[in-house]
């Protein structure tokens, strides 16, 4: 670094030195000048002692090393010495002495040598300025920048030791709560990519050593197999691959090696790489830890010299002064080692973390097939959150298990010097304490697996509720589901019961061990022998020493457990990290003139050694083409497009791709982001082009219709967008990237014909956007094929023919065959040109391919669509829809009311803002979460809990009580006599009984409160899931599922496991501080006076930390899931990001979020310090002013209650920064009460029933009459019904059609009341149904909704979740929807489990399992939403005719998409822009040649007789 420009400060401190260094000299000179005689000595000596010489000297040379060492400091960033400041430190503590003896003697008057005298003050003086300037950091002006943005950088020592230069945001936190801007930045060293490119350059050293063991041990077990089996001596892929080059050989046999044994992988490499990465954090630490962990012993130490000091009435009074002291300098040098060593080691943590997080996402990026195939999107988010996350925490208490064993041998060594061999039952009662709770240990984990697979379960259940949330309204069946949820949550309660009884009694266990412990060495050694008697000294010594060794024997068995789940972390990140990456070396980029695409004899298969998918393909494709690649199912043409973006496995040959290449997948992989950054997908905006591409990709519809044009933010995987969409938008961003070679995979599947026809022709066709690329296009649509240049036939991997389409057309090989298979069902649509005008809707309701674009039916995207296409003109109103609800209460907490930024659009943010909670959690929180325990029992549970910690201040009263009686004994020498046995018994029992009365106590408040935390788990939960199920549909689609099942999950979870244990926590800190701080009062009435001014100082601190530390702890979730939620979306679109070679990107991106989320954690990490600092120095002082008063007061003390007095201010200091550890993490907590209560406040729908419930076999006729109904989807949102009125008669057959957002599926809502009305009525039967009660209405209609939602559960339980029906009707339910055989084949009959979504059923029989769920309700009214989208001609056939005969005497409404299946209804209904435009017959409005006629022309229907059935 280059030198910084000179500050005052700098100036200040260089004077200041050279002034001292002038007085030295004077010194020096002064002394020479009188052993010279030029001056007369002062004293009476011939020659001056050397002293005086040295000490001159020695201080001269020190001061110029000090002007030396400033000024080198010019060169760093941190201006400051801490060498310097702690020579001070010393320099002066050092002349205290000297000082008061000069003093004294300038009070006497006995001043002999003046000159010295003098010039030791002036020294004093100008070293004590010197130390003020030190402390203030030295910042060069061109530093100012870089520390506003983090002053860390250059804060001067003392502010880096007490953290001081964070104070800043902890009073910008307690003003307001914090944002992301607030925090500071990291430190370069801190940031992703230092430590990812530090970590990888160990890891790849690892890797290759681990490999090279690998092959190694792979060899021997080759030897060992060619012994027994001769035969396998060459794999195939060797044998085959003799010829290729010999680099290649080299790394099929690596990868041979590591593919070739499932089981073995690269071992025992990343700990080392880990720990060569972070060896200087390590080495400090370790430091910092040793110290502390001396100095630890060293308090006993001195509570002995000061109890000796008391009891002894000779001793001189500074020694207690000095004892006193030396008691608090021990204590805050223990306190900022100890902070300075957490801060490594939570440093550590984070960059631990940090580097397996980058490292991770790097190697997904290039991890090869075959691992790709054994870990699954889950297990790899996993390997992120899960496994980093236990580096971090073990990271925090590794050096215990070097620390542990240490101090345990320390505090062993030092107890057998008080007690001798006594100190054995002492610790052999510690040492079997250990294996109960392992036992106990060993239980609770077997409860907590059970219970996790418990917790499992209902999440399943609960996922699958929200996700069929609308069939659940639809046809009535919470209450069966909340049965459902209510027993697997019983269980799962016992389950909590048992757990926390156990945890009780290992706490019991555990809190008894220091009190059994005491007792039983205090009685051994008094009854070993007569002789030992038991004095203030050796008791509280002791009693120290104990509580010493108590922390690392807990801390022990904790660090190993945690180790072993280290060790799984450990193998598993090292089987992901050392795996292959992908070959690519077979795709060669030789740019040598020839043709764009040249495959030479390329065999490719998805896996290392399996067989070959795409065999000995030899294809030339020239530049500027289109070639089409056709084949029946599964005949390898999506392989094909994979083997060239290099994502299989090479076999032989190679393939040569000339540029770049654009990729578009089958299914479309869109980020959660606008819709234009999915288009532009990183390239730089160029306006023209980008709404040339809209243009051509036939998006500028869509984007009339979404309501924020292209700025609309598209959910997770594309969740408010139609297949169609997805997959233009998909094609948009191929298109716009400008590559030179078109890798197309289907795009023209998920779209309808005309749709399909404009893209073509405008995109990919002769005359298209693209005509001079290079195009690939892999396709089932057969009209496009006249117009390609090559078309190439893939038949079982292998091309069987290519040429162009007339050529093979003659030829009558297999592509003759397909199109004479295929051909046929799509003769029938029209040829002519479809060019979509914007004016013009997109989705006609022509002839949907599978999974096509009419959107499926969730509110959602309906919402978004009628929004924007009713009123496109009254988009003004600002305010977004989203922010009503979850703002309201932010507002609130803030006072200030933030305006939504004008140009967003109503309904452009779908999805609403989570609310952050922030501020103070409120004190009705807490009061919340004790009602749901209950009042009394919170009242025994405290009462217990005082009674405990009495019990625990009677018995320390009573052991200083019973040290005293040694004094007399020891004054009185002859011991035999005075002490007797009785008395010695009565001490023994007493102290024995008062620690047992404490344990109970204990056992009982703990058994009490583990009741009460179960009360509260169940009374909490079961509010939310009641009140959940009884929200209107509205909410469901404004609030994504992951966020309501985060309040079933994580909340219920902080209920049910954290909240108990914080408040157990709390209240043991908060008792325990009172009782000590009740001890030192009694022993020392004056200190009452300390503990106000120490007690305010406290709680601001407190107040102050927790404000910020609250905020933190939230910022650091909120920014952790973008993470996640990153590296899911990555692996997702893996081949995608490879493509188009954004790897480099995605890899920033993620290292920003990463970095984003570390300043949140470190500045946590930061703020723990901080406060602990402040908290210690409250404890020190603490300690300092027992033992001062205790000095000042030692002639009225007895020496037992010093000792109890200190000892028990040394134990303080703990107990003070865990109860503000245990305060912050409470408030934390509570928030999940805060978070679960405002799910239970939310508006519920109509009641289920109300007091006008139906007549008994309503509705029997099913007449409907809708009376100028109108409705809309939210409060703020245009109408979507608009003032309809009709009359369906009984048993009349109505179809309603209608383009996309029309409001069709808007009126079985509104018949279902999935909406509520904005005004008119509708009756059915005569009665208004707005009147009923929401079961009595939904259980007396059927649907047949769109999609067909299936539970997990038997079969039976999802036909008849109610038990309604006899087996008779539910079979003969089957056997009319063509059910029956299948059902009959499959061994388990009516109980086969139907997994998840219905994932074990085709979707064919999913649909007709859902007809015959309407077969089995058999109501008046049957309501058809178009089932058929997904399901082939022949089920589509079966439904039709089954809803023909079996509802023959229904009032049945179709809700049309495809306009065949409604042709032979008695009237139809065509719905436009929320209002009935047509309402006739079918043969009359094609007459009428309105709406429906244009439809059915477009639908290719001509006449009435051209019905498909």
């Not at 003697?105 to 005298?117: E, M």
């Not at 009428?1488 to 006449?1503: E, H, S, T, Y």
Request: with cysteine; glycine share 6%.
């Amino acid at each position: 670094m280059k030198k910084t420009s000179v500050t005052r400060l700098y100036i200040m401190k260089q004077m200041l030195t050279v002034l001292l260094l002038l007085t030295a000299l004077t010194e020096l000179f002064f002394t020479i000048a009188e052993d010279l005689g030029h001056l007369p000595h002062s004293t009476p000596v011939s020659l001056n002692p050397t002293v005086q010489y040295t000490n001159p000297a020695l201080y001269f040379i020190s001061w110029v090393l000090v002007l030396v060492i400033q000024y080198s400091r010019r060169f760093c960033t941190r201006r400051d010495s801490g060498t310097v400041f702690l020579f001070l430190i010393l320099s002066l503590l050092c002349g205290i002495f000297q000082f008061q003896t000069l003093v004294r003697q300038a009070i006497q008057g006995s001043i002999t040598d003046v000159p010295r005298f003098t010039l030791f003050f002036v020294s004093y003086g100008f070293q004590v300025l010197l130390l003020l300037v030190s402390v203030m950091s030295d910042i060069a002006p061109e530093m100012k920048e870089a520390a506003k943005k983090n002053p860390e950088i250059t804060a001067s020592f003392l502010s880096c030791i007490t953290f001081s230069w964070y104070s800043r945001i902890v009073l910008k936190g307690y003003r307001k709560p914090l944002e992301m801007e607030d925090l500071w930045d990291l430190k370069d060293t801190d940031k992703t990519q230092q430590v990812l490119s530090m970590f990888e350059k160990n890891m790849k050293a690892g890797i290759r050593k681990a490999r090279r063991q690998l092959e190694i041990r792979h060899r021997k077990r080759k030897r060992r197999q060619a012994t027994t089996d001769y035969r396998n001596g060459l794999s195939k892929a060797q044998s085959q691959d003799a010829l290729v080059l010999e680099e290649k050989q080299s790394k099929k046999k690596e990868k041979e090696v590591t593919g070739g044994s499932k089981g073995d992988y690269t071992k025992r490499w990343l700990i080392t790489a880990l720990i060569r990465t972070f060896a200087g954090n390590l080495m400090k630490s370790v430091a910092f830890k040793l110290v502390h962990d001396l100095l630890v012993f060293v308090s006993p130490q001195l509570l002995k010299l000061m109890i000796s000091f008391v009891s002894d009435p000779k001793a001189y009074v500074w020694h207690g002064y000095f004892y006193a002291v030396l008691l608090f300098v021990t204590a805050l040098v223990q306190s900022i080692c100890l902070q300075q060593y957490f801060q490594l080691c939570f440093q550590l943590g984070m960059s631990v973390r940090t580097a397996l997080m980058a490292a991770i996402y790097k190697k997904a990026l290039m991890v090869s097939n075959a691992t790709r195939k054994e870990s699954t999107v889950g297990e790899t988010v996993n390997l992120m959150s899960a496994d980093a996350q236990r580096f971090m925490d073990f990271a925090n208490f590794m050096h215990q298990l070097w620390s542990s064993p240490l101090q345990i041998a320390l505090s062993i060594l030092f107890l057998w010097q008080e007690l001798g061999p006594s100190v054995l039952a002492g610790i052999g009662v510690m040492v079997l304490l250990i294996p109960i709770n392992a036992v106990l240990v060993a239980k609770a984990r077997a409860i907590q697996i059970k219970n996790m697979k418990n917790k499992d379960e209902r999440m399943k259940i609960m996922n699958e509720i929200l996700n069929g949330i609308k069939i659940l309204k639809l046809f009535a069946w919470e209450p069966s589901f909340e049965k459902r949820i209510g027993k697997i949550r019983g269980r799962e309660l016992k389950g909590l019961l048992r757990f926390a009884n156990l945890q009780s009694i290992s706490i019991f266990v555990f809190s008894c061990a220091p009190f059994l412990v005491s007792v039983v060495t205090f009685a051994v050694y008094v009854m070993v022998d007569e002789n030992n008697i038991l004095d203030a000294q050796k008791a509280f010594t002791s009693i120290s020493l104990f509580n010493v060794l108590r922390f690392p024997l807990a801390m022990l068995p904790m660090t190993l457990s945690s180790l072993v789940q280290i060790n799984v972390s450990t193998e598993r990140l090292e089987r992901y990290l050392g795996s292959e990456d992908l070959d690519t070396s077979a795709i060669w980029h030789d740019s040598s003139p020839g043709s764009a695409v040249y495959f030479s004899d390329a065999s490719f298969s998805w896996e290392q050694n399996s067989d070959a998918i795409i065999r000995n393909i030899n294809l030339e494709i020239p530049h500027g083409h289109l070639v089409a690649i056709v084949g029946p199912v599964g005949s390898g043409k999506t392989s094909l497009v994979s083997a060239m973006l290099g994502e299989m496995e090479n076999i032989k040959g190679h393939i040569n791709i000339k540029g770049s290449v654009a990729y578009v997948p089958q299914q479309a992989w869109i980020q959660n982001a606008t819709l234009k950054d999915n288009i532009l997908f990183g390239s730089s905006l160029d306006e023209a082009r980008y709404q040339q591409v809209l243009e051509a990709c036939a998006l500028l519809p869509d984007l009339q219709l979404l309501p924020g044009a292209d700025l609309t933010e598209i959910g997770e995987k594309g969740i408010n967008l139609s297949g169609g969409q997805k997959q233009r938008v998909s094609l948009a961003r191929a298109v716009y990237s400008n590559a030179d070679i078109y890798l197309l995979d289907d795009p023209l599947s998920a779209v309808d014909s005309h749709v399909g026809r404009h893209i073509f022709d405008k995109v990919l066709g002769p005359e298209g956007l693209l005509r001079h690329k290079t195009r690939i296009l892999v396709t089932h649509n057969l009209n496009f094929l006249a117009q390609v240049n090559d078309i190439v036939t893939v038949v079982d991997g292998a091309v069987s023919e290519q040429g162009s389409y007339s050529t093979l057309l003659a030829r009558g090989g297999a592509f003759a065959q397909l199109l004479n298979t295929y051909g046929n069902q799509q003769d029938s649509i029209p040829e002519e040109e479809a060019t979509v005008g914007v004016g013009e809707e997109l989705e006609l309701d022509g002839d949907p391919v599978p999974g096509t674009e009419e959107v499926p039916a969730d509110v959602v995207t309906m919402t978004q669509k009628s929004e924007a296409s009713v009123h496109q003109k009254n988009f003004t109103r600002s305010l977004s829809s989203s922010s009503t609800m979850s703002s309201s209460r932010n507002i609130k907490a803030h006072g200030k009311k933030q305006k939504k930024s004008v140009d967003e659009q109503k309904g452009q943010r779908l999805i609403e803002k989570e609310a952050m909670e922030t501020g103070k959690v409120k004190f009705s929180m807490y009061l919340q979460y004790l009602r749901a325990v209950g009042w009394g029992l919170s009242t025994w549970i405290f009462i217990g809990y005082i009674g405990q910690y009495a019990a625990s201040v009677g018995s320390s009263l009573w052991l200083s009580d019973w040290t005293n009686d040694a004094v007399p004994l020891n004054q009185t020498q002859n011991q035999t006599q005075n002490y007797s046995t009785s008395q010695r018994d009565m001490r023994i029992g007493v102290y024995g009984a008062l620690g047992v009365s404490q344990a109970i106590f204990l056992l009982i408040s703990s058994l009490l409160a583990a009741q009460g935390a179960v009360r509260a788990s169940r009374v909490l939960h079961e509010k939310l899931l009641s009140n959940i199920l009884r929200v209107p549909m509205s909410f469901f689609d404004t609030t994504p599922t992951g966020r309501i099942v985060n309040r079933f999950a994580k909340d219920i979870f902080t209920v049910d496991e954290t909240i108990p244990m914080s408040f157990r926590s709390w209240v043991t800190c908060f008792l325990g501080i009172i009782s000590t701080l009740l001890m030192i009062c009694l022993a020392t009435p004056y200190f009452a006076i300390v503990v106000v001014p120490l007690g305010l100082i406290y709680y601001f601190v407190q107040r102050f930390y927790v404000a910020t530390s609250r905020q933190l702890r939230r910022l650091d979730s909120v920014t952790r899931s973008p993470i996640y939620s990153h590296f899911g979306e990555t692996v997702s679109g893996l081949s995608v990001i490879r493509a188009y070679g954004h790897q480099e990107r995605f890899l920033q991106h993620n290292e920003k979020i990463v970095d984003i989320n570390q300043k949140s954690v470190y500045s946590w990490i930061v703020s723990n310090r901080w406060l602990a600092v402040r908290l210690e120095f409250v404890g020190n002082l603490a300690v300092f002013f027992a033992a001062l008063l205790a000095v000042l007061a030692r002639n009225n003390l007895d020496s037992g209650i010093v000792g109890l007095s200190i000892s028990s201010a040394l134990n303080v200091t703990q107990t003070l920064n865990w109860l503000v550890r245990m305060t912050s993490e409470l408030e934390t907590n509570i928030v999940a009460v805060e978070r679960v209560h405002e799910y239970t406040e939310v508006a519920n729908e109509a009641p289920w029933v109300t007091e006008q419930r139906p007549p008994p076999n309503w509705p029997n006729r099913g007449e409907i009459n809708m009376m100028d109904y109108q409705v809309r989807y939210r409060p703020e949102l245009e109408l979507v019904l608009d003032g309809i009125s009709c009359d369906i008669k009984t048993t009349e057959k109505v179809g309603v059609v209608g383009r996309t957002g029309a409001g069709k599926s808007s009126l079985t809502n509104c018949l279902f009341r999935i909406l509520e009305a904005a005004g008119g009525k509708i009756l059915i039967d005569g009665l208004d149904i707005a009147t009923l009660g929401l079961h009595d209405l939904r259980q007396n209609l059927t649907i047949i909704p769109q999609d067909p939602v299936l539970f997990s559960g038997s079969l039976r339980m999802n036909l008849d979740p109610f038990d309604q029906y006899s087996d008779e009707e539910v079979w003969r339910a089957l056997e009319l929807a063509h059910l029956k055989s299948y059902v009959h084949g499959l061994p388990e009959g009516l109980s086969y489990e139907v997994s998840e979504g219905g994932e074990n059923l085709s979707v064919g029989q999913r649909q007709l399992l859902c007809l015959a769920r309407a077969l089995l309700r058999k109501s008046k009214i049957l309501i058809l939403d178009e089932a058929t989208a997904a399901v082939d001609m022949e089920t589509d056939h079966l439904i039709q005719e089954t809803i023909r005969s079996e509802f023959a005497k229904c009032t049945v409404l179709t809700i049309a998409h495809r306009l065949h299946t409604i042709m032979d209804s008695n009237r139809v209904m065509v719905l436009q822009a929320g209002k009935i435009v047509e309402f006739d017959s079918p043969e009359q409005l094609l007459l009428q040649q309105g709406i429906f006629a244009g439809m059915a022309r477009d639908a290719g229907i001509v006449g009435t007789q051209n019905t498909a059935l």
